[in-house]
């Protein structure tokens, strides 16, 4: 089975800190997403990357930056934190070609104080 | 209008109960459909993908009709544990970069 996995699963910060969310996939997958989820919102794409060093930006990128030295790692930064970033932060893992689906991480809850 | 629609319910159901989502997609273009689920607090896990001749899945059956854009998930038999979100999400295809379309989920909950 596909492995996604996002480095913590609870984080709280302060406004103004660097946040890093990293996010590792184990099955070569070529696509990468970061998505945050809040309530009555759905899932909102922040930034997608379709292969090493490439990245993209989705509906809401503001706040954000990306990187992917790496093709298993996905990493997504809050360049200074603010508490309208507090969410529920998902990365997600796709092949490139075919009808498959995405494979989430679990998630990490992230608190800005 | 919205590129994934689907009723956000929340459909409260007994268990035993027969309980069915719709979903409709603006994309014509769009290359395969899938249903997620996910529980309260929890990342979406993949239920199912939907084919175009239907498919089932043990109580589960998905439906697409892609002349009118229509995607469908039917429960029977509802257990408590099916009480969940569950997400109608489309691949577009073309150039979207393997990016998928979201609805935004409905609500599901099974009560005794």
């Known amino acids: 089975d596909v492995k996604v996995t996002q480095s913590s699963r609870y984080l709280v910060k302060r406004t103004g800190e660097k946040v890093f969310l990293e996010c590792v996939q184990d099955?070569?997958?070529?696509?990468m997403f970061w998505y945050r989820q809040d309530p009555g919102l759905g899932l909102r794409l922040i930034y997608f990357?379709?292969?090493?060093?490439?990245?993209e930006k989705g509906d809401i990128p503001e706040g954000y930056s990306v990187s992917r030295e790496k093709k298993e790692r996905f990493s997504l930064i809050l360049e200074s934190a603010s508490t309208n970033q507090t969410s529920m932060y998902l990365c997600?893992?796709?092949?490139?070609?075919?009808?498959?689906?995405?494979?989430f991480g679990s998630g990490t809850r992230l608190t800005v104080v | 209008r919205k590129e994934v629609e689907q009723d956000p319910g929340p459909f409260n159901v007994p268990e035993g109960a027969t309980v069915a989502f719709n979903c409709t997609y603006s994309?014509?273009?769009?290359?395969?459909f899938f249903w997620y689920r996910q529980d309260c607090r929890k990342e979406p896990k993949l239920l199912m993908s939907v084919y175009s001749s239907g498919n089932e899945d043990g109580r589960f059956t998905a439906q697409l009709n892609r002349a009118s854009q229509y995607i469908s998930l039917l429960i029977r038999d509802s257990k408590l544990s099916d009480s969940a979100t569950y997400l109608c999400?489309?691949?577009?295809?073309?150039?979207?970069?393997?990016?998928?379309?979201f609805g935004q989920g409905t609500i599901l909950t099974v009560h005794p």
């Open positions: 997600a893992s796709r092949t490139g070609t075919g009808p498959y689906g995405y494979t």
């Open positions: 099955m070569d997958h070529e696509n």
């Open positions: 999400v489309v691949n577009p295809g073309g150039t979207s970069y393997g990016k998928l379309t």
């Open positions: 994309n014509s273009a769009s290359q395969s």
């Open positions: 990357s379709y292969d090493v060093k490439m990245k």
